[in-house]
T-cell receptor
Framework: QQQVKQSPQSLIVQKGGIPIINCAYE??????FPWYQQFPGKGPALLIA?????SEKKEGRFTISFNKSAKQFSLHIMDSQPGDSATYFC??????????????FGQGTTLQVKP | NAGVTQTPKFRVLKTGQSMTLLCAQD?????MYWYRQDPGMGLRLIHY???????AKGEVPDGYNVSRLKKQNFLLGLESAAPSQTSVYFC??????????????FGQGTRLTVV
């Protein structure tokens, strides 16, 4: 059972466009929602993360929007560049006293930004 | 500062052979993880460890064993490799003293093919 569902599987945009990647989760105990970026041949690296007590977080051109009631969150990339071409993973984990750092990942989205 | 280092980077095994993947981190992290990455499946947790001498099962533990004899090392073993274990394996570590934020640092991956 996939606890975190991610869509779309792949995405192609023109330079300057705003790709949006969506994720939905099931477990209401999740309270930490990071996005990881992975370039070919490399390991994933943390891009941006949000906790459920805020509805939006921005870091540079990357924005997470969070809807707790719908159990959904999304990544927006403003003014996308060819260098943003990568695979993006959403994830979720539980914090608090049961925190073991285990991340449950979505299926991944391969983004291509055309020049 | 090397971060998380995995060896080997590539390996081809015959069905039934055994092997050990080594992960080493130099960040003094308490928590370490082994994930496998398959197309369309995202990253799935195999086993994890919250400290030296402790290990626990993740989402897909069957066919794998792990050991954490030293804090900086986390070993993943395949006793009798099967073609279904063909995948890219990632090791990660995190320092989970902060209640909700558990940034994981990933290695470069090991591409394993079982024929």
């Amino acid at each position: 059972q996939q606890q975190v569902k991610q869509s779309p599987q792949s995405l192609i945009v023109q330079k300057g466009g705003i790709p949006i990647i969506n994720c939905a989760y099931e477990n209401t105990a999740f309270d930490y929602f990071p996005w990881y970026q992975q370039f070919p041949g490399k390991g994933p690296a943390l891009l941006i993360a949000i906790r459920p007590d805020v509805s939006e977080k921005k870091e540079g051109r990357f924005t997470i929007s969070f809807n707790k009631s719908a159990k959904q969150f999304s990544l927006h990339i403003m003014d996308s560049q060819p260098g943003d071409s990568a695979t993006y993973f959403c994830a979720a984990s539980r914090g608090g006293s049961s925190n073991t750092g285990k991340l449950i990942f979505g299926q991944g989205t391969t983004l291509q930004v055309k020049p | 500062n090397a971060g998380v280092t995995q060896t080997p980077k590539f390996r081809v095994l015959k069905t039934g052979q055994s092997m050990t993947l080594l992960c080493a981190q130099d960040m003094n992290h308490e928590y370490m993880y082994w994930y496998r990455q398959d197309p369309g499946m995202g990253l799935r947790l195999i086993h994890y460890s919250v400290g030296e001498g402790t290990t626990a099962k993740g989402e897909v533990p069957d066919g794998y064993n792990v050991s954490r004899l030293k804090k900086q090392n986390f070993l993943l073993g395949l006793e009798s490799a099967a073609p279904s274990q063909t995948s890219v394996y990632f090791c990660a570590s995190s320092y989970s003293r902060v209640v909700w934020s558990t940034e994981a640092f990933f290695g470069q991956g090991t591409r394993l093919t079982v024929v």
